[in-house]
């Protein structure tokens, strides 16, 4: 599609690859859930996994496709850190992850419980993995938004939600691109008709800035409140596949995401990190084309001191 670098066919082997333990989360409309948000909603809850997030799809996916021996190399802001981690160990390959100084606590205890090397550093995580997988040749530096494989991963939530017919919008968060683009590309080849829209923090516009423009734009962060949707640089490649995949693009701010947070527990049950609440947000603020929506809950590692349960 629109000279797209991702394949429909390894999406769907990518369904037959994954870890069963990722696959086919719950999706379902909640009534509690569309009285308040006046409308129907079909959420997937991507949190009840040993993750807490979706991102353990893609980095499994990518993962089954490299040599014995080698090292898997990525900066994050945390969940995507797990997931390499979750998914080195699986395959027998080693993980070394760098991130920032001022990472959650959390992501960082449950990396480490995963397997991984952890290595904080100031200043930008991608930069310092960058240059420790340049200096031996078993290193790979895994990019997420950049690699194929890591969105045909994600996109198996697409090939899942596809089921439901009824759906007309999808909406979900976006960080570094790689979910909305494996997504959009599996529901606009199934469904044409279903609109494609990105959700992005107020704080952290890069991606949203960057898909109108149609080229990569850094941004600095204003903080890092919801990280997992915080970037400064999104990949070129990713930026790409956005502008060739996404109908719209909106912004939430912090209010907005502790708000959808808080829904979240209230109706769902189910008690989402700030980025994994950013489509909840979106349909709460936004007035979003549509009879029936579909949105990702798509992480659930906060912080206990975001939710008030600290002390």
């Keep these: 599609m629109n000279d797209i670098d991702l394949r429909l066919d390894r999406v769907a082997e990518a369904a037959k690859v994954i870890d069963p333990v990722f696959l086919n989360s719950p999706q379902y409309s909640d009534e509690q859930l569309n009285a308040r948000l006046g409308r129907r909603v079909l959420v997937k809850i991507e949190t ?5 997030s979706f991102k353990g799809r893609g980095a499994d996916y990518y ?36 991130v920032r ?9 449950r990396m480490k419980t995963l397997g991984a090397r952890v290595r904080r550093v100031e200043g930008e995580a991608k930069v310092a993995a960058a240059a420790f997988a340049a200096e031996a040749p078993d290193r790979v530096f895994v990019v997420d938004g950049r690699e194929p494989a890591i969105s045909e991963g994600a996109g198996t ?8 017919s009824e759906i007309d919008t999808v909406v979900l968060p976006v960080g570094d691109g790689a979910l909305i683009a494996g997504v959009a590309l599996w529901i606009k080849a199934h469904a044409p008709h279903v609109r494609i829209v990105g959700v992005g923090a107020e704080s952290a ?31 070129p490649e990713s930026v790409r596949r956005l502008r060739s995949l996404v109908d719209d693009f909106v912004l939430v701010g912090d209010a907005d995401l502790r708000a959808a947070m808080r829904l979240g527990a209230e109706t769902l049950g189910v ?28 992480g659930a590692n906060a912080d206990l001191s975001v939710l008030g349960l600290t002390g």
């Design 205 to 235: 516009p890069a991606m949203a800035k960057s898909w109108r423009a149609g080229e990569s734009i850094t941004v600095d962060r204003a903080n890092s409140f919801a990280a997992g949707i915080s970037i400064r640089t999104p990949e």
């Design 63 to 98: 993962a089954a496709g490299l040599a014995p021996g080698t090292t898997m190399v990525c900066g994050t802001s945390g969940n995507f850190g797990q997931a390499v981690a979750f998914a080195a160990r699986k395959h027998g390959l080693r993980a070394e992850i760098f």
């Design 157 to 164: 939530i697409g090939l899942e939600l596809a089921r439901e």
């Design 271 to 298: 008690v989402p990190e700030p980025a994994g609440a950013a489509g909840l947000a979106a349909l709460t603020v936004h007035e979003i084309l549509g009879e029936f929506a579909a949105t990702v809950v798509t």
């Design 101 to 109: 100084a001022d990472i959650s606590p959390i992501k960082l205890r």
């Design 48 to 52: 009840l996994n040993p993750l807490r």
